[in-house]
């Protein structure tokens, strides 16, 4: 190919908090084997290639090359490959992280340095024992959007990561007690999601009379 071969040399995450704190990902904050698009287009060019992160370095299984001129556009996107994964039935440690799509896109000159920005918002709702439950109680509790996606329970909060194109604002919540539920339907009021950022949501729980 034509060009300068692209090379990953300093990769970042911006906003890297607003992940769940737990697994923890290996330094660097990327998974071991994730694999990252990179993309460079210019006057009608482009040049595509594919980069894995091993040993805490990224490396490339086929090259994408800057291309002739000084200003030229650049898309990063990890994880790979596309169709971007669907919302899964319930979260867990796995999926999380294949839902979690982090990007870059933007112009700029050949560079060995990017910083990649979370597509996904995050939901993480803790429960508060009210009238009638205790901690133990709620310990149990499943919490779902709409009824359809399980938010992930881990260090004492349950967690969900939501496409702002899809959800601009916070949903329906069900919180499963066994065989009773409750609903929060947050109605008009609803506070907004936004890509890169973490909605912080405390819901008291009284058992119902």
Not at 93 to 112: K, V
Not at 193 to 205: I, Q, R, Y
């Amino acid at each position: 190919a034509d060009g300068q071969a692209l090379v990953i040399e300093d990769l970042r995450i911006a906003g890297s908090g607003t992940r769940a704190a737990q697994p923890q990902p290996i330094e660097g904050s990327f998974v071991q084997g994730s694999l990252l698009q990179a993309t460079i287009t210019y006057d009608g060019q482009t040049s595509t290639g594919l980069y894995g992160y091993n040993n805490n370095m990224w490396m490339s299984h086929t090259s994408a090359y800057w291309l002739t001129g000084k200003e030229q556009t650049v898309t990063l996107r990890t994880p790979y490959p596309e169709p971007i994964p669907a919302m899964p039935p319930a979260f867990n440690a796995t999926n999380w992280h294949e839902y979690d799509i982090l990007e870059y896109s933007g112009q700029t000159a050949p560079t060995t340095s990017f910083t990649l920005s979370h597509m996904r918002a995050q939901l993480c709702v803790t429960l508060k024992a009210g009238t009638g439950l205790t901690d133990a109680d709620l310990a149990g509790a499943k919490v779902t959007i709409n009824n359809s996606t399980e938010l992930w329970h881990t260090n004492g909060a349950h967690y969900a990561l939501l496409d702002p194109d899809t959800y601009a604002t916070l949903p329906a919540l069900t919180i499963a007690l066994g065989s009773e539920t409750y609903t929060y339907n947050p109605g008009t009021d609803a506070p907004a999601l936004a890509a890169g950022e973490c909605l912080m949501l405390t819901l008291s729980v009284s058992k119902a009379q």
